[in-house]
């Protein structure tokens, strides 16, 4: 009888705990935000200088990015020379990048050399920040081992430069660059200076698979910037993170200003 | 204005002392019949007079009643009460007590009726008590008891969170409270992430929590004391205890080894849904859409032997071993994680003479997590620990005239194995770490005096002095202490005390939660001690024939040296981690208001506190002070007990508070990224917990039904928790609207996700 009434008393209970739903959409009301100047630049030798300048906006509002017609992207080279990047949206298709502003200049530095970047607007509003080009990091090897369940992890190795501190971008791609990276993270060499430097993935790949491995050689600015970036993104929806300020490059602004130097190799995953 | 104050006082002084004006002191010790064992708490009182106080750590115990006939009763939890009728004439009376174990639960409840006559009286202010038995009658999340979640209902003290057992007690920090087993610190007292309590409550017999006013002897910490006492080992007969629950079972055994000289009690409890999660691995083996559940299990042991050597030497040995682990295990790829305290504390009780009582102990305690990585060839592990030995002495001396005197010294070598990593390949070619180790002394001395100036004015004020050394910086200070208590007539009391206290090591966590992966550090070069003081007033009115008291306190607590975190601040691998802190102020203040009633079939008790709670780092806010995490403006609990039957109790506990603060970002930004990458929306942080979750209020219910074995004595405990089904806010996030068809964002949705809905559980009981 007891057994009985335990059961009838805990069963509507146990149909109520299942079909609990534990997420559900409330109102938020954010204080009033004034739109900051969000700056991308990236350069690269032998490639287009170019820029994208949008605005920030507060999170509630229309979702596509506010764009900036009036401001104007200057680039210095080292030699003084001042180049200005006009306003002149495009996306370029092979590689799915938009750009606001663009120039013919070709970027010819070499590593060492400093760039200055300085993006001004009608507002008043003015953003600063500098690079120093940086040399690229050879990847040494890329190879792949199976477990038992044939599945592959893929080690990449590098050699790292000893007595500087290096900073580093790591990604991979399955068969092509669009769509997305499949692993992305950023490194220090804090314990491995001057070391051969292996990084690895779990058992994830199978045989076949066409796999683009990259590894950036990167300023300790854009280190800072990316992991802020990662920070402030993993504390919207993770309870245990502390939230993140944006640790950007630039004076006057949200955004980045460096240079990209990387190694690239492809791999086809063979048993 | 000051010379009114005084005449004020001391008006107060001359109305209330004719009263009181002829009345003698008597003394004596409360013991168990089982085994004779001093039982330290117990309380002793006069209900004519309302006088009453409670046992020191020897049983001891002094009494001021006016002269007379008097009812004198010693209650002690889990012990019937004991009653004598004494004519006080003289001073020096000895009158001991005897206790025998109490047969039913419910009614030791009861016994604690007496107790509130005895906190009305007390010196000591801002503490609250919870006996295990007490404990187990409430409902519980699981039905796991947690004494530790039960004082969470207590007034100002609030959970960081849903399910959570951290304390935060009047707005300081978890790892500011001073958690003691058997008078060992233990540094994490929580598993799973902060979700169950380390304490089995088959293992322990009570918990006293200080919120303000800490007595001399307690230090190291700034906002708490937890002093959980665990059982002492049966002297009579072999018995064992324990219970099957939802996710654990318990089972402890104790008795005696040597006939009222030595005896035993061991406890051990351990989850077991890992059981049910490796079936189910199995099951769906060569599923190759099925990821295998890791594996999660956590267990405690307790051990306890008490060795009576004479009259005058008794010596102890308590023990407490714990871990929690996470495991996985797949075709070439391993993952360990497993943490947990582990403690020993070997005490020795001295009698010099009828007055001059002293205590010595040495003590073990550490804490440590081990994070084991295998892939192919490479191994990673990651270790951090805190293992401390400390070496303590306090005695009691009862000096006569109204004095009692304590003094004591302490003296603790820390060890600190911080971020220790290993990296390595079985080729050779990989091979590097990182971490560090540290070492710090850390030294209290400390004296006080509980004075009974006359009966109606009492003291307890004392000095610490106390100290730290390590990588070569030393530290010292000076904290006083003091509580006063003016019995303004036997209904009615008030109360006051000041403490200041020092922490020298600081829990290293930016998570806003407990983490097992938290790292305690020491205070050193560029790292210099946190620092408390708080202020409290009181008062507590008895009323309704003795059955409620009526407590009010308003305290203000003000911080030095808080500890947080730069943005980012990497505190896993990180040998520079001084680099990383942000040190600055905090302040809270509140008032709380506690109604209790302890006797009568229906028990419990309601709280009400409403608080502010603080912090200020220059670097953070731009310098703005924001506020903390756990400041909860207004917290409601409601807690009720009815025995409807001998077999049959039910009980109840509600609880309110308003929405927790929470940092969200208030903007956004597109960053596009290099070639390769997707766009993402990156969310802008400003002002730090500047918006409120929701309200928090919850109600749990239990029913306790004594069963009828043939042998012993069983229990089914039904709990509901959660019982209307309330979603709490757990956390809150911003979430992108895209349009199905391309994928485009369309808008942003604030998410509330709650953590627990209702859930109902049943424990099994057993004792035998």
Known sequence: MMRNCVLYLLLPLLALLSSCDLEKDIDVSLPAYAPQLVVECYLEPGKQMRATVLESSGYFEEPNPPVVPDAIVYITSPSGKRVQLKYKPVMVKSTGRFYTHTSSEVMTGKPGDIYQMEVVDGRGRKVTGFTKIHSKVNIEEVEWRFNDKDEALLITTFQDAPHTPNYYRYMTHIDSLSGGSDRDFVTSDDLTDGKRVSLGSSYKYAEGDTLIVTLYHIEKQYYDFLASVSDAKNANGNPFAQPSQIKSSLEGGIGIFTNLAFDRKTVVIRK | ?768
Do not use: C
């Not at chain 2, 039982?39 to 049983?59: D, F, K, M, W």
């Not at chain 2, 039913?104 to 007390?122: G, H, P, R």
């Not at chain 2, 947080?564 to 691998?573: I, S, T």
């Open chain 2, 1 to 768: 204005m000051r010379s009114y104050y005084t005449t004020l006082l001391l008006l107060l002084l001359f109305i209330s002392w004719p009263a009181w004006a002829q009345r003698q002191v008597v003394q004596g010790y409360v013991r168990a019949a089982s085994n004779g064992e001093a039982l330290i708490g117990a309380t002793v009182s006069s209900p004519e007079s309302g006088a009453g106080t409670i046992t020191n750590e020897n049983g001891y115990y002094t009494l001021s009643l006016p002269e007379g006939e008097h009812t004198l009763q010693a209650t002690y939890i889990g012990y019937t009460t004991g009653t004598r009728t004494v004519r006080v004439a003289t001073t020096g009376q000895s009158i001991n007590f005897i206790l025998d174990l109490a047969s039913n639960e419910l009614q030791v409840v009861e016994i604690q009726a007496s107790s509130l006559e005895q906190k009305l009286n007390d010196t000591r202010m801002s503490v609250e008590t919870l006996s295990s038995t007490e404990a187990k009658l409430l409902p519980a999340l699981f039905g796991e008891v947690d004494l530790v979640k039960t004082l969470q209902l207590k007034p100002g003290i609030q959970s960081g969170g849903e399910g959570t057992s951290g304390l935060y007690v009047r707005g300081g920090g978890p790892d500011q409270n001073l958690v003691l087993l058997d008078d060992a610190m233990i540094y994490n007292p929580s598993h799973l992430f902060g979700f169950f309590s380390v304490f089995n409550p088959d293992a322990v017999r009570s918990v006293e929590l200080y919120k303000g006013g800490f007595p001399a002897q307690f230090g190291g910490r700034l906002s708490s004391v937890v002093d959980v006492k665990m059982n002492r080992g049966n002297n009579e007969r072999i018995s064992s205890s324990g219970g099957l629950g939802l996710i654990s079972s318990r089972l402890t055994v104790e008795g005696p080894i040597l006939k009222d000289k030595l005896n035993f009690s061991v406890s051990g409890r351990r989850t077991y849904v890992d059981i049910f999660t490796r079936q189910i691995n199995r099951l769906k083996e060569g599923d190759d859409d099925f990821s295998p559940i890791p594996d999660y299990y956590f267990y405690d042991l307790n051990a306890n032997l008490n060795y009576t050597l004479d009259e005058k030497n008794d010596l102890s040995f308590s023990g407490y071993f714990g871990r929690d682990f996470f495991g996985f295990d797949d075709s070439g790829f391993s993952f360990g994680f497993d943490w947990g305290n582990t403690m020993g504390t070997l005490r020795w009780r001295h009698k010099l003479n009828d007055n001059l009582f002293a205590t010595t102990s040495l003590t073990s305690t550490g804490y440590k997590y081990n994070i084991n990585n295998e892939i192919d060839i490479f191994s990673f592990k990651l270790t951090s620990e805190v293992q401390d030995y400390t070496f303590k002495t306090d005695f009691d001396w009862f000096v006569g005239n109204g004095h009692s005197l304590k003094f004591g010294a302490q003296a603790t070598r820390h060890g600190f194995t911080v971020g220790r990593l290993n990296f390595e390949s079985a080729d050779s070619t990989q091979n590097f770490g990182a971490g560090n180790t540290y070492s710090g002394s850390e030294f209290g001395l400390y004296a006080s005096d509980d004075f009974v100036l006359s009966p109606m004015l009492s003291f307890n004020y004392g000095l610490r002095l106390s100290g730290f050394n390590s990588s070569g910086k030393t530290y010292a200070a000076l904290e006083p202490r003091a509580s006063v208590k003016y019995t303004l007539n036997e209904h009615t009391s008030l109360k006051a005390s000041y403490a200041s206290m020092m922490q020298y090591v600081h829990l290293l966590t930016n998570s806003g939660a407990s983490l097992p992966t938290d790292i305690w550090y020491p205070s050193g070069q560029g790292v210099r001690p946190q620092r408390s003081q708080q202020a409290a007033l009181g008062v507590s009115h008895l009323f309704g024939k003795g059955r409620f008291l009526l407590t009010n306190e308003v305290y203000y607590k003000w911080m030095q040296h808080q500890i947080d975190f730069r943005d980012g601040a990497n505190l896993f691998v990180n040998d520079s981690l001084e680099n990383e802190f942000l040190f600055g102020k905090g302040e809270s203040y509140g008032n709380e208001l506690y109604l209790e009633k302890v006797s009568g079939k229906t028990t419990g008790w309601l709280g009400y506190t409403l608080s502010w709670t603080y912090r200020k780092f220059d670097e953070i806010n731009n310098g703005r002070r924001f506020p903390a995490r756990h400041d909860r403006r207004h917290d409601i609990s409601l807690v009720l007990m009815h025995q409807l039957n001998k077999r049959l109790s039910l009980t109840g506990a509600f609880v309110y508070g308003s929405g927790s603060p929470y940092s969200v970002p208030i903007a956004r930004f597109a960053f596009q990224d290099v070639e390769g990458k997707d766009p993402s929306i990156v969310p802008i942080y400003e002002d730090r917990n500047s918006y409120r979750l929701a309200a928090y209020h919850r109600l749990d219910l239990g029913a306790v039904l004594k069963l009828k074995p043939r042998r012993g004595e069983a229990d089914l405990t039904f709990s509901v928790y959660n019982v209307y089904n309330r979603r709490n806010p757990y956390f809150v996030y911003f979430e992108q609207q895209k349009d199905r068809s391309n994928q485009q964002i369309v808008g942003f949705q604030a998410k509330q996700v709650s953590l627990f809905p209702v859930i109902p559980s049943v424990t099994y009981n057993f004792k035998f």
